[in-house]
């Protein structure tokens, strides 16, 4: 069975940075894409950035480039996703999926991490 524990969020000012964690296990991580994903009150989740294990392969939503930056550790079976300059708009909670699929849609995500909540506030 797929397990995703995320960590490191919470409550940051504007300019701020934070680094979310996601540990799986349950898996062959190498075999996968993990992508974290963001949803805000009452609008749906979407792909902030991805990486394929073992692998350098990486995505990043324009609205993140040049701010996040997402890598692995495969001795560790997690992927840390960086996020500097955080602005309000980065607010939601963040959930780590992984897939067999390189797909940035939520649909073909079929195992998901807790959710772990992000704040940028004044």
């Known amino acids: 069975e797929v397990h995703l524990v995320e960590s490191g969020g919470g409550l940051v000012q504007p300019g701020g940075s934070l680094r979310l964690s996601c540990v799986a296990s349950g898996l062959s991580f190498e075999k996968y894409v993990f992508t974290w994903f963001r949803q805000a009150p009452g609008k749906e989740r979407q792909a902030v950035s991805g990486?394929?294990?073992?692998?350098?392969?990486?995505y990043y939503a324009d609205s993140v480039r040049g701010r996040f930056t997402i890598s692995s550790d495969d001795a560790k079976n997690t992927v840390y996703l960086q996020m500097n300059a955080l602005e309000p708009e980065d607010t939601g909670v963040y959930y780590c999926g992984a897939s067999l699929e390189r797909s940035h849609s939520a649909d073909d995500y079929h195992d998901w991490g807790q959710g772990i909540q992000v704040t940028v506030s004044s």
């Open positions: 990486i394929t294990g073992g692998g350098p392969v990486t």
